[in-house]
């Protein structure tokens, strides 16, 4: 009897000690439900996103341009940001907001949507994809881009390897995505940039649907008279028409606006002369046709265009368009409204004093500018189709798409 006795707590201790010790243990990752192990994969791409040890100067994280106090987007107001690995070689665009980017569709050359229109029979043209090009499709796909170039974190495959095999998120990843998760160099470099596209998979933290707007559209809060005002102008067709490509109402199936249709489109943004690159006159970035997207290359139709972004949180940003050019909102508006109407005020001149219309688009590209209101009928001496009242009431209204006015998303909490 007295053996039996003591049978059971030791046979409990035995047991237990083994669940702790697989528990403790990160090579034993086979307790883990997916579920679990996606949470792993996402707290470890959320550690690595704003840790320095990833990029070859050691000084710069995805977090040093997408700030995650400014919604993911540069806390400082240059036109471009530096990066490699003294920090001094300068890209060539804006970093873009990460929120709301589980929004965006995967590239398309023609797309056609059922969900935000009735007619699903029109081609909208080519639509989605990440980065101001559409080049790649998944988060994982994109963060490859960063960590190796060379005036982004500037590092190799090899070096990411070493980084993450010494991070503190190693054994994340390994009982995330198993033991011999960081064995090689590309296995580890694709389970950190897995663990990026995870986190930024997490709803809550990069589409957060905490706006006034969204407030407004739910019912929970009134809209002043001037942000009012500003949303008319912005989805009147006569006036700002913004609304055409940054849509803002509710798709037909109730899923909230991601203030834009993801489509690639060539505003002909004036050409900026604080980006290095500029200063050669043969370079251009043509956005879907080159030179960082490579698949269109020599296809005219796809150049100068470049993807709309959100307008979602656009007020923590402090430059705009692809190549930073702007940084005020009221003065992007001016420029969508007389863009065709004082092309002197945008657009450089030559050696001749003469303006040069679309001065970063080559001329054979000029039938890809957009001409839909509110650029249509603009021509010298027209009247612009907003005034500064107008313009004023819009950059109110953009301010209401600032997340952090609710606490929670108001669709899912009338579900
Ligand atoms: C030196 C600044 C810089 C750093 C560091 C940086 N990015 Fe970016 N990011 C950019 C720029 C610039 C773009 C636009 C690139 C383009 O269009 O070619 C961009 C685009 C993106 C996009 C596409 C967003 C969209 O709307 O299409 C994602 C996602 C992204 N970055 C994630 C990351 C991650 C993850 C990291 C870290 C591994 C990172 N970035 C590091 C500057 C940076
Ligand atoms: C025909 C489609 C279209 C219309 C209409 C349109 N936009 Fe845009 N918008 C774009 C595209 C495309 C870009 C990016 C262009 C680029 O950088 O080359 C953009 C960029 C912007 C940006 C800069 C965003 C950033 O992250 O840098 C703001 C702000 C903006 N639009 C506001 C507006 C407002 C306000 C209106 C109405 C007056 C408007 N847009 C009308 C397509 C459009």
Not at 267 to 288: E, K
Request: aromatic letters at 10%; glycine letters at 6%.
């Amino acid at each position: 009897m007295f053996r039996f006795r003591y049978l059971l707590p030791v046979l409990f201790c035995v047991v237990s000690a083994v669940l702790l010790a697989a528990e403790l243990d990160p090579a034993s990752h086979w307790y883990a439900t997916a579920r679990e192990r996606t949470a792993l994969l996402r707290d470890a791409g959320k550690a690595i996103f704003s840790d320095s040890s990833f990029s070859a100067s050691g000084r710069q994280s995805c977090a040093s341009c997408h700030d995650p106090a400014r919604r993911y987007n540069p806390a400082n107001t240059l036109d471009v940001q530096m990066g490699g690995l003294t920090l001094r070689s300068q890209g060539f665009r804006a970093p873009p907001t990460l929120t709301y980017l589980n929004r965006i569709p995967p590239y398309d050359n023609h797309h056609h949507d059922s969900e935000e229109e009735a007619d699903n029979s029109i081609d909208n043209g080519p639509t989605g994809g990440l980065t101001w090009d559409g080049r790649v499709d998944t988060g994982a796909q994109q963060a490859a881009i960063p960590l190796t170039s060379a005036f982004e974190m500037g590092n190799t495959v090899a070096g990411v390897a070493n980084a993450v095999r010494k991070s503190p998120h190693a054994a994340k990843l390994r009982a995330a995505l198993g033991d011999d998760a960081l064995a090689t160099d590309s296995k580890a470099f694709a389970a950190v940039t897995r663990a990026l596209g995870a986190f930024e998979e997490d709803y809550a933290e990069f589409s957060p649907y905490t706006s006034k707007y969204d407030a407004w559209l739910t019912g929970h809060a009134q809209l002043s008279a001037q942000e009012q005002r500003g949303l008319e102008l912005f989805d009147d067709e006569a006036k700002g028409n913004c609304a055409q490509c940054h849509l803002s109402k509710r798709a037909l199936d109730g899923t909230p606006p991601a203030f834009s249709d993801y489509g690639l489109i060539a505003l002909a943004v004036p050409r900026n002369p604080a980006i290095a690159r500029n200063r050669d006159p043969n370079f251009h970035d043509l956005g879907a046709c080159g030179p960082e997207r490579k698949d269109k290359a020599g296809q005219d139709e796809y150049c100068g265009l470049f993807r709309t972004p959100t307008l979602r949180n656009i007020t923590q940003r402090q430059t705009f368009f692809h190549n930073g050019k702007f940084h005020d909102l009221a003065e992007v508006i001016e420029f969508y409204v007389t863009r065709d109407i004082t092309p002197e005020r945008w657009y450089s001149r030559d050696a001749r004093g003469k303006v040069i219309p679309y001065d970063d688009l080559p001329a054979r590209y000029h039938g890809n500018i957009n001409r839909d209101p509110p650029f249509d009928g603009q021509r010298p001496g027209a009247k612009p189709r907003l005034d500064k009242d107008e313009i004023a009431a819009i950059v109110a209204f953009l301010h209401t798409l600032d997340d952090g006015y609710l606490k929670d998303n108001p669709y899912r909490s009338k579900r």
